[in-house]
Every structure is written in C-alpha cells, then in structure tokens.
C-alpha cells in the first residue's frame, strides 16, 4: 500500500520559518520525482518545488529564494524548508510523487498570521 505522509504544518508569524516532511512508503521513493503543491481556499492547487530522482530542482517564482526542497533516499522522505513565510503562503500544503504513476498525500496546514 502506498502512503505519502506529510507533517509539520502549523501556524506561523509572518517571516517566520516551517519545514514539512512528506514520508514515503510502499514505492521505490528513489525512482520518484517528488513535489510539494499548495492549494489556498478558493484557488487552484499550484506547484511550488519539485526535485527529480537525480537531485535537479524546479521552484514557483513565488518562493524562490525563501523556500528549498530537498530529499534523502535513506529516509524515504522528501523536505520543503520554508522561511521569510508571507500571509500569502497560506495554504493546505500536498506532497507528490510521481514515477509513471502519481501519488498524492493528504495535505498538510499551513497558516501564516500575526
């Protein structure tokens, strides 16, 4: 069975950082490319990173520069390190993978607010 799992979601003041982790079982989670989308209330769920099975990474021009993703093989898990975090950043926070066939996780909060 499949399983992508997310965590560390919470609330945070405006320039504040979080990191959430997106654990990977059931899947060759080396093979995978891994991302982290985001879907705010009334809006569409957009790409915010994602980085390949070979470390190659791919950023929203909205957070580039505040936030990294990252991964390590060993733990099957993939990262999002979030800093400078803008009210705008809030968002229920989805982790991805995708390897011929897709797979989601069930979303993580997060909320930027003073």
């Known amino acids: 069975q499949v399983q992508l799992v997310e965590s560390g979601g919470g609330l945070v003041q405006p320039g504040g950082s979080l990191r959430l982790s997106c654990a990977a079982s059931?899947?060759?989670?080396?093979?995978?490319?891994m991302a982290w989308y985001r879907q705010a209330p009334g809006k569409e769920r957009e790409l915010v990173a994602e980085?390949?099975?070979?470390?190659?990474?791919n950023y929203a021009d909205s957070v580039k520069g505040r936030f990294t993703i990252s991964r390590d093989n060993a733990k099957n898990t993939v990262y999002l390190q979030m800093s400078s975090l803008e009210p705008e950043d809030t968002a229920v926070y989805y982790c991805?993978?995708?390897?011929?066939?897709?797979?989601w996780g069930q979303g993580t909060q997060v909320t930027v607010s003073s």
């Open positions: 980085i390949t099975s070979g470390g190659s990474t």
């Open positions: 059931g899947i060759r989670f080396s093979a995978y490319t």
């Open positions: 991805k993978g995708s390897h011929f066939t897709t797979y």
